[in-house]
């Protein structure tokens, strides 16, 4: 029986070269479509939380305007806060991998 684990020739399993070539590009290939994701994952986190400080706040707006705003205003300060401070965290992340990326380059 021969062995054809290592042929050389591009064999089924053949390790030469062009085949560990096309593997490195591939994984190449893998990790810029796995950052991209990570990428837009952010920033529809970003905008997700962007529509929800909205939200809150014409919420709070419209308990003032029936003057329910006090029972509400604190918590909803509180929540508008909370996403604040994840939007300034995805922006400290985004720029740190962009600020990567360029030095990559």
């Given at each position: ?15 030469d ?56 205003k ?32």
């Amino acid at each position: 029986m021969e062995d054809v684990s290592n042929t050389g020739d591009g064999g089924a399993l053949g390790s030469d070269s062009s085949t560990a070539g096309r593997r490195g590009r591939r994984q190449k290939g893998q990790e810029l479509a796995h950052d991209k994701v990570e990428e837009n994952t952010e920033i529809n986190e970003f905008d997700m939380l962007m529509e929800e400080i909205v939200d809150r706040r014409q919420w709070l707006d419209d308990m003032v305007a029936m003057g329910h705003g006090d029972a509400h205003k604190r918590q909803i300060h509180l929540e508008i806060s909370q996403r604040i401070r994840r939007l300034e965290i995805l922006d400290a992340e985004r720029t740190r991998a962009s600020g990567l990326a360029r030095a990559a380059k």
